[in-house]
């Protein structure tokens, strides 16, 4: 028997969450406590951009450290996680079921997107890990639509981690950083605004986030972090509970904010 899985977004940070979890970390690792074992693991990462959606095939996956000037330590790091073929070509047919195109890829790995929060909630990296891209240059209604094709998983017993950050300028950063450590205001105004939409279920307004929510283009000067969070709202399905299960902002301008999508099939 499995059992059907919620649909999360939660929060990657920089690099250095890895390194220092603190409370976003411990939500992660809290609410991977109260999950039943999931048959898979689908991770969707802002870091893995392609213009089709693409699914990752490799049967061992290799730990990618896509970035640049952090600690050693952190190049240290590994998270042995394994694939599986099977549950791969499960993800490419749900897609095409719902007449998305899809591709394949053989080799792709885990950047730190999808490491990093799968090392905190899975450590043990005994569950198979199906790597998913995003479309940055398509927009949230496509990232939703890809959401809601991977709906019928859930009640297979896959887990859906969608990986991004509610709020993500590192030219902000640098400027707080510089100037003493001060929040922007629209850090806490658009996290706001996006949990008063998700809890009112507010789609339209959601999918049109950059017209509509205060200090939405400083908060996500391109899409890609913010893609991950409408795949996992699309993924619950029709009317889901919605539960915010951390909230707090790291490095002064990342909102570390994670969802939980609820199915109305599930408790």
Do not use: K
């Amino acid at each position: 028997m499995t059992s059907t899985q919620p649909a999360l977004f939660v929060p990657h940070g920089a690099p250095t969450f890895a390194l220092r979890p603190g409370a976003a970390g411990a939500a992660l690792t809290a609410i991977a406590h109260t999950l039943s074992r999931p048959r898979a693991i689908v991770i969707v990462s802002a870091h893995w951009d392609t213009p089709t959606p693409t699914v990752g095939f490799a049967d061992r996956l290799e730990t990618i450290h896509d970035f640049w000037g952090f600690p050693e330590e952190l190049y240290t790091l590994r998270y042995p996680a394994t694939g599986c073929r099977e549950a791969a070509q499960e993800v490419v047919a749900a897609i095409q079921s719902a007449g998305l195109p899809v591709q394949a890829d053989p080799q792709r790995g885990l950047d730190h997107g999808a490491w990093v929060p799968l090392r905190l909630m899975f450590p043990d990296a005994d569950v198979p890990v199906i790597p998913l891209s995003i479309q940055s240059q398509a927009g949230p209604a496509v990232a939703y639509r890809l959401g809601q094709a991977l709906t019928p998983l859930a009640a297979q017993g896959f887990l859906i981690i969608a990986s991004g950050n509610l709020t993500h300028n590192l030219r902000d950063f640098q400027l707080a950083w510089r100037n003493g450590g001060q929040t922007p205001a629209y850090v806490r105004e658009f996290t706001d605004w996006m949990a008063d939409h998700l809890a009112a279920r507010d789609i339209p307004a959601l999918l049109d986030y950059r017209r509509q929510a205060p200090g939405a283009i400083q908060a996500h000067p391109t899409d890609e972090h913010l893609l991950p969070l409408y795949v996992a709202l699309g993924a619950a399905g029709g009317p889901a509970t919605i539960e915010r299960f951390h909230a707090g902002i790291d490095d002064y301008v990342i909102a570390m904010d994670a969802y939980a999508f609820l199915s109305p099939s599930q408790p």
